[in-house]
């Protein structure tokens, strides 16, 4: 039985902060942005987090395809910011939407990539047949220290994915995940921000997890990047999505429509699916769609997607990802820190 | 005294050996060396390892034993002693296996040099290697290397006119062998305008003046000259070998343009080979700064002081130019894993003597030279080869 998604939805705060400014503040000069590749990131309000986030991403899917939210039988939250150490956002997520009270619940934690494993939990359910939709939500309220490279892309936003297995609007034809024990980034309990390996994030991490998920599922498939219509991969800065995708021959215009970093940061668990959020946008009927996540840690999912005639009529029920792009407000450092709580009073 | 020949080499790749442990490295570049020098592990009476600072960089010293125990040497109890003297720590393992041979004391020995510095973050890798400084009377006050050879810099320039063009030449220079050279770390060609387009570390030092953080050990086995043919059909003679010292902090220093350690090592190993500086046909030297490749050939004796960067200007330096310095990348593109550089300088002029430089082999070569510095200059070694 095939199954995917049903809808999706999305939301990104809508303060941002240019990197230059932040670069201002710091004394790191002008070409701190065009290193990165990034020239502005979301801000969340002083009341926004990754609970926030998650309801009105979740939200606009259900409300975009027009889902009984009464059907959905399982609720996973993937973030690295969810707002309580114990107490889930699966629950709030739940009751915010609706849902019955008859569904399981659980958050999930993978650096970047819980959004995508959320995705996976769900197909598992779906595809068994023992719920009958599934709701995978990738949000984060991210954390950069002050003065740390991370801050400079450390944003706020989010997606939610409706899974089930009829009225498709994608069908996930299939998945291949990478993981090993790396080392590359970690926030210890208590912490308030993260650490990071430096160049270490690189090449044993983000490129050799990417690539490993990526060409396995290639293989698997009997597949070349020719045969995919677009490609998403995980967006920490403007930089590696793009270097990844020429080396494993993905073309810059197969993963145009999906880069959203260099607009609105990192979004942490928000990442990879907005950039496939941003290309189910766009996308057309029989379109194939290459995506893979990324979390530190480490590893990698890798999606197979297929646009089916729904999407076609469900797309304009909900705001678009360029629709949040475009609402822009800016800040300055100061209200930056004011909004992230980086002033203790 | 008995002469004394290296009969064989090894080396690792230089970069980002994150696969790679110290011990991996030392083992590898080891057994490379050994394996090329036809020895066999019952033959090796000592080791030296030259090492900057693997408590600061993976926390464990004791690497003597470690490597003794990594080369299957440790059941046989050979003697294994690690040596320290900051970035000419690889220098100073080579002198002390020299001496080791030419006194009589051991016969095969080997002299290795290993650093593994990518474990830790760029801030605390910087700190190791401020200690190689004076700690309380420059690194408290807020010097670091880059803020030291950027002194000397300026210096020169107002003394002696060296331009800013000048030292990106070195770098360029440098890059340009590095990509002939399969083991160097940066094996890409760059530009003055990239030089200068790189982030400003100390004016007026850009980051491509300055070597990179890298992991990598080298290796070389030293045997009588007597005994050498005996192993190899290409021994490589140590004509002389010299080791000079000179005031930790730069501040004290006579002249801050002029190594003065270097000068004396020179004038030591020189002598020793009774050999003169314009016999020299190509020569390793420690540009860890793109500053410091201009005051080693000034202070070598290769051009009068003063004279340096108009020396790499004119192609002096360069591959096919008179006297061809850093075939390898140098410091600059081959890497500078601080413990390892002595004796990968001592791996590079063996490759050129011997004629296996491949790509960056160069006519002719009869005569090379290393030279290794520690810190800003508190020790140097230089040593002459031969065919």
Redesign the interface.
């Known amino acids: 039985m095939a199954s995917g998604i049903i809808s999706y939805g999305v939301y990104i705060p809508r303060f941002r902060i240019r990197v230059d400014e932040i670069a201002r503040v710091w004394g790191d000069g002008e070409d701190i942005s065009e290193g990165l590749r990034v020239y502005e990131k979301s801000v969340p309000d002083m009341d926004e987090d990754a609970v926030t986030i998650a309801v009105e991403a979740s939200r606009s899917a259900i409300h975009r395809a027009g889902i009984d939210p009464k059907r959905i039988g399982a609720v996973y939250a993937g973030s690295e910011s969810h707002p309580y150490a114990v107490k889930p956002t699966g629950t709030i997520i739940g009751e915010a939407i609706c849902t019955s009270h008859n569904f399981t619940a659980a958050d999930l934690e993978f650096a970047c990539k819980a959004g995508t494993a959320a995705i996976q939990a769900c197909l598992g359910l779906v595809s068994s047949n023992l719920i009958d939709l599934g709701l995978a939500v990738g949000t984060d309220v991210s954390q950069g220290a002050p003065g740390d490279m991370l801050e400079y892309t450390a944003a706020a936003g989010g997606a939610a994915y409706v899974i089930g297995s009829s009225d498709l609007a994608a069908e996930i034809e299939a998945f291949q995940s990478f993981t090993t024990d790396t080392p590359d980034f970690w926030r210890r309990e208590g912490m308030p921000y993260p650490e990071h390996g430096g160049r270490f994030t690189g090449e044993p991490a983000y490129f050799k997890h990417v690539t490993s998920a990526a060409l396995g599922l290639l293989r698997r498939l009997d597949r070349v990047p020719e045969d995919y219509d677009y490609a998403v991969f995980h967006q920490p800065n403007g930089k590696f999505p793009v270097r990844v995708a020429r080396k494993l021959g993905f073309s810059k215009e197969q993963i145009a429509p999906g880069m959203v970093v260099p607009m609105i940061g990192n979004t942490y668990s928000g990442s990879c699916l907005l950039g496939l959020a941003a290309t189910l946008d766009v996308a057309k009927p029989g379109d194939r769609i290459f995506v893979t996540s990324f979390g530190s840690g480490a590893g990698s999912d890798a999606f197979s997607i297929k646009v089916k005639d729904r999407i076609e009529e469900i797309r304009d029920g909900a705001p678009s990802v360029r629709d949040y792009i475009s609402k822009a407000q800016y800040l300055d450092y100061a209200m930056y820190a004011k909004h992230k709580g980086k002033l203790r009073l | 005294m008995r002469s004394v020949s290296i009969i064989g080499v090894g080396c690792t790749k230089f970069g ?1 050996r ?2 790679s442990s110290l011990r991996d490295m030392v083992a590898e570049a080891g057994f490379s060396a050994i394996e090329d020098s036809n020895v066999s592990g019952e033959e090796i009476s000592a080791l030296y390892v030259g090492n900057m600072s693997a408590g600061r960089f993976i926390e464990q010293e004791h690497i003597g034993s470690l490597i003794a125990d990594y080369a299957g040497l440790a059941r046989l109890h050979v003697p294994s002693t690690r040596v320290e003297a900051a970035c000419a720590s690889g220098g100073l393992a080579l002198r002390q296996a020299v001496l080791a041979v030419s006194s009589g004391y051991h016969d095969i020995v080997i002299a290795a040099g290993v650093e593994k510095m ?1 474990d830790v ?2 801030g605390t890798a910087a700190d190791a290697l401020a200690s190689a400084a004076d700690r309380e009377w420059e690194c408290f006050f807020g010097a670091t290397f880059p803020a030291l050879y950027a002194m000397i810099a300026r210096l020169h320039m107002r003394k002696y006119g060296t331009t800013r063009e000048q030292l990106s030449m070195v770098a360029v220079k440098n890059h340009h062998h590095g990509c002939l050279n399969p083991i160097a770390q940066y094996q890409m060609e760059i530009t003055h305008e990239k030089v200068m ?1 790189s ?1 400003l570390v100390a004016d007026p030092l850009h980051v491509f003046d300055c070597s990179p953080l890298t992991d990598g050990a080298a290796a070389v086995v030293l045997a009588p000259t007597e005994m050498a043919k005996k192993y190899c059909d290409t021994p490589v003679k140590i004509l002389g070998s010299g080791q000079a010292s000179d005031t930790l902090a730069l501040h004290d220093r006579r002249d801050i343009t002029t190594l003065d350690a270097t000068v004396c090592a020179a004038r030591v190993a020189f002598g020793q080979a009774r050999v003169e500086p314009g016999q020299i046909n190509v020569a390793e030297v420690h540009d860890c700064f793109t500053i410091a490749e201009i005051l080693a050939i000034e202070d070598l004796g290769f051009v009068e002081k003063g004279q340096g960067g108009k020396a790499v200007e004119e192609g002096m330096t360069s591959l096919n130019g008179k006297l061809p310095i850093n075939t390898s990348g140098g410091l600059k593109a081959c890497g500078h894993p601080v413990g390892a550089t002595g004796i990968k300088q001592a791996y590079e002029i063996t490759l050129q003597l011997r004629g296996e430089a491949k790509k960056r082999q160069i006519d002719d070569a009869e005569i090379g030279l290393t030279h290794n510095v520690g810190g800003s200059g508190g020790t140097a070694l230089v040593h002459i080869l031969s065919r």
């Open positions: 980002e994150w696969d990518t973050s760029g387009k982030p």
